[in-house]
């Protein structure tokens, strides 16, 4: 069985920094591509960023020049800095990846439990 298991959150007020990371564990092959999402109350999960397995990085809007993705792979962790956050960045914070179990395995797609940040004006 895979688990996600997100640290890091927290509160920090409004232009403040936090590094969230989320460590992968269980049986894995490999660790294919790695994303982090976000959602309010009341409002659908919103995709932040994503890293392939080579490092190639995608952003959503939001996240662009204040947020950094990183992940190292032998340790199984996918990282998200946050720079310059405003309360707009309040949210329920998710880590997601792809997973491969076994080399014959099909990949599956896994979710972390969540990790709360909040940021204060």
């Known amino acids: 069985q895979v688990q996600l298991v997100e640290s890091g959150g927290g509160m920090v007020q409004a232009g403040g920094s936090l590094r969230l990371s989320c460590t992968a564990s269980?049986?894995?092959?490999?660790?294919?591509?790695m994303k982090w999402y976000r959602q309010t109350s009341g409002n659908q999960r919103e995709w932040v960023a994503t890293?392939?397995?080579?490092?190639?990085?995608i952003y959503a809007e939001s996240a662009k020049g204040r947020f950094t993705i990183s992940r190292d792979n032998a340790k199984n962790t996918v990282n998200l800095q946050m720079n310059s956050l405003n309360p707009e960045d309040t949210a329920i914070y998710y880590c997601?990846?792809?997973?491969?179990?076994?080399?014959?395995?099909?990949?599956?797609?896994?979710w972390g439990q969540g990790i709360q940040v909040t940021v204060s004006s």
């Open positions: 997601n990846a792809d997973i491969r179990s076994r080399s014959y395995s099909r990949i599956e797609n896994y």
């Open positions: 269980g049986i894995i092959f490999s660790l294919n591509a």
């Open positions: 890293i392939s397995p080579g490092g190639i990085t």
